[in-house]
């Protein structure tokens, strides 16, 4: 069964504080994605990666940085957690190709920053 | 840049009857067309899509959507809901950025409350 893992399922974290959320897929794919999902506003690209460690900026990058050091691995990273970076994060993970492709997503990642 | 609108944020529908969800796209072309659902807790499920070809595409669950070029619409139609199809429904756009990749952009959702 294919799979994209987010490592965590909750997330509490202090304004200021550096963030990780981890993504891991199963099924080698070459495109990964990072959306925050905000009631309302349906999901929001932050970053994705079309190869290792190739990456490029979606809608709303600012206060987010990314990481793509292996394949299967997309790091989502908050430089320094902001109260507005609360939000459901959501990865997914597709094959390369001309836009048509289903993206498989993980269950997501629910963050609170106090 | 381009946009997907979904206009009804909530909508409340008896069992059994029918279901139509609206979404509206901005782009100078015909992009890649997706309908997703998601339950909750879970993460999102493609529903249908469509580029090319017949306007009219079936998916899974007895959903179809129909593609009208002259209104920019993309409309989600269930002819009879079940309970099960509680959820938040999302239209979305797929565009080629690069060669070897491409972006999603999504729109704001539209909630399905299902009466028994």
């Known amino acids: 069964d294919v799979k994209v893992t987010q490592s965590s399922r909750y997330l509490v974290k202090r304004t200021g504080e550096k963030v990780f959320l981890e993504c891991v897929q199963d099924?080698?794919?070459?495109?990964m994605f990072w959306y925050r999902q905000d009631p309302g506003l349906g999901l929001r690209l932050i970053y994705f990666?079309?190869?290792?460690?190739?990456?490029e900026k979606g809608d709303i990058p600012e206060g987010y940085s990314v990481s793509r050091e292996k394949k299967e691995r997309f790091s989502l990273i908050l430089e320094s957690a902001s109260t507005n970076q609360t939000s459901m994060y959501l990865c997914?993970?597709?094959?390369?190709?001309?836009?048509?492709?289903?993206?498989?997503f993980g269950s997501g990642t629910q963050l609170s920053v106090l | 840049a381009q946009s997907v609108t979904q206009p009804d944020i909530h909508i409340t529908v008896s069992e059994g009857a029918s279901l139509e969800l609206r979404c509206n796209y901005s782009?100078?072309?015909?992009?890649?067309l997706f309908w997703y659902v998601q339950s909750p807790g879970q993460g999102l499920q493609l529903l249908l899509k469509?580029?090319?070809?017949?306007?009219l595409v079936q998916g899974i669950k007895g959903f179809e959507a129909e593609f009208k070029r002259s209104q920019s619409s993309f409309n989600l139609r269930k002819p009879s809901v079940h309970w099960s199809d509680a959820a938040e429904y999302f239209c979305?756009?797929?565009?080629?950025?690069?060669?070897?990749?491409?972006?999603?952009?999504f729109g704001g959702g539209t909630r399905v409350l299902v009466k028994p």
């Open positions: 997914a993970s597709k094959e390369a190709g001309g836009g048509g492709e289903k993206l498989f």
């Open positions: 099924m080698d794919h070459e495109n």
């Open positions: 990666s079309y190869d290792v460690k190739m990456k």
């Open positions: 782009y100078g072309a015909t992009p890649y």
């Open positions: 469509y580029f090319s070809g017949d306007t």
């Open positions: 979305a756009v797929g565009l080629l950025v690069k060669a070897a990749g491409n972006k999603l952009t």
